[in-house]
């Protein structure tokens, strides 16, 4: 007997939560895992039981006693007696939420070098025919099922638009599906088998071929039972024989059940009828935790005389599992199994000799500025999505050794991202800020990393200007010159930008890209309901002056009002913090003129919650409403704390009049990339 090719895990395991999956699962079969799913903990562990409540609190649903003759005494469903059919839709069901929320430490781990980089992050789906048929009664399974369906395919979408596909491998677990081959569940539909595969295929077509799919075949697992004896794996070599052939995209892998006791050649002669595409994995579940290794073994020597090359598993989930049993399992999965992936060497990323990743200069050995912690804060807005095609566009481009410059890159924000994205390059990142207190947060989160550099752009007093990107570049890296640079949410504020633009253009090597977005560029293609950001302060001004003269609350502050000279200074500070929007043309023109030929412009739309964009904005509160009590930039005095109290209370009172109350607004985001000629 050889070892099995690699491990495949179902889907749940009985641990505290799936960072604690992903960290014992790692350090137990990390180097023979393709991919990693979360445990399905908590809720989930015991497959599609967690999905009964979304039918049971439906209000146009009636719960019914369970079905004596049912796989579990569950409680069921039907159709209220004045329900319409129509009407029937439901709301989230948990699997988009908690993907997204388990992948985020996925990727974390995956970062800090927990997950091996060339793992993939597995979500585990029923198929919607598994809780429709374990939870409705049968009359009304045919008129449930596509709203159940309709629901889960939206949290596939939900999952599929916040995961990288390169990142990310859904698998369809198959199990009612088996029994209804068998026999064992009725069916409402003629063809049993054509039904069902139609079904499958249908499935598959809502995930993107850039995103690994698998299938898992399943006999049942409710006390580590099935629910019927398989006479041998015939039927589930008839369905993966199908799924090959019928799919028109990759199926990445295949998982079929091995009941203990099979280790005649009789089970397993089937299997030498499978025909695979090249690409797709077999994995076996024939590792049982009751009789170990040794009857892993017995199995394995059977199973290879009559299979492809194959991989070990489990029959099933391990959701119903004791937690103590989980070392010793995985153990068995490493016994039986050799590694699919090579110890990866550790590479480290080489800045060029000589080069100070944090130079020498005063402001690095300040503490840490407060407000630029709270700046810091703002990538937890839901608006700051807006970095997230910035993201993938680098993950596409950045090779090996690249060196990156996050042009404006404050507190490093877009490296946080940026790092929780890219796992098997090593590129070097320079931040290169105006602000010493950003940076200085930025040096305080990413010091200790030798990939990270920063450079302070110094304002050269005489020359009434930044000093330009080469002025602070090491002779070694401006040698080099730099493969990309990254300007997220600035450009908009770039008093001379064909000298800015002319500087990064200096030191990029030629075919180098300029990756260029901003909320505040007029972009002809922008939808009629789109803010452009920095306007929505101008209304806000605006509201704020109508509120003042009629709401008694702010009449302290009337008479400012009509001091034409002061509220012009007010307006004209203002104007100096949120600049006035200049379109699409502009940056376009003034790209070319630097010398990058535009290689892409696209428009999107980022939804902004009012609450993120009332908070960004406190910290701006002497710019948006200085006339409120007064603006030390204005007057040489700042306002009192009770006027600033009032300040933001009238400011948000603004927003909330503005947007009539609604909780978010949407807003047109622009996304220019330009190539060095």
Known sequence: MSAALGVHLVGSVPLASPETVFRTVAAAVGDRVRRLPDGETGPRADWIVWQLPVFTAHPLLEVVPPDPKSWRPLARVCV???ARIEDVAFGPLGYAEAAIASYRVFARLKRDGVVPAGCRFQVSLPTPLAPVCAFVVPDDQPRLEPAYEARLLAELRAILDEVPHDQLAVQWDTNFEIGMLEGVFPTWFADAKGSILERLLRLARQVPADVELGYHLCYGDVGHRHFTEPADAGKLVDVANALA????????????????????????????E?????????????AHHTDGVDGGARRIAVAQRHAPPFGVATECGWGRRAPASIPALLEIHRALSAPVHAAAPQRAFAWPDGFARVPDEDWTRQPVDTFGLRYDTVEQHGWYRNLDPTVEDLARHLKEGDVLVDYSGGTGILLDRLKLRIFDRQVGMLIADSSPKFLRVGVEKFGDDPRVAFRLLH??????????????LDEALLARKVDA????????LYDALPHTLASWARVLKPGGRVFVQSGNIRNPDAKP???????TVWTIHEAAVGLVRNDPAYAAYRDVLDDEARMAAYVAYRDRVFLPVRPLDYYVRSLEAAGFRIED??????EARVSDWFEFLTAYHDAVLGWVGGS?????????????RDRLALMRHAMDTLFGGRPAFKCCWTYITGVKG
């Open 80 to 82: 209220a007696e004045h």
């Open 529 to 535: 309901a789109e803010w452009i950001l920095d306007e």
């Open 459 to 472: 304002w050269l007093k005489e020359e009434r200007r930044l000093a330009y990107l080469e002025e602070v």
């Open 274 to 286: 499978l025909r695979l595409r090249p690409e797709t994995e077999l994995y076996l579940g024939l």
């Open 632 to 644: 030390a930039k204005v007057d040489g005095k700042g306002a009192s704390e009770a006027a600033v």
């Open 601 to 606: 412009v696209t428009a999107r739309t980022i």
């Open 245 to 272: 052939a019928s799919l028109g995209r990759p199926l990445h892998w295949l998982h079929l059940p091995v009941p203990r006791e099979r280790v005649d050649d009789a089970y397993y002669a089937p299997l030498a």
């Open 485 to 492: 640079l990254a300007s997220t949410n600035a450009i908009h």
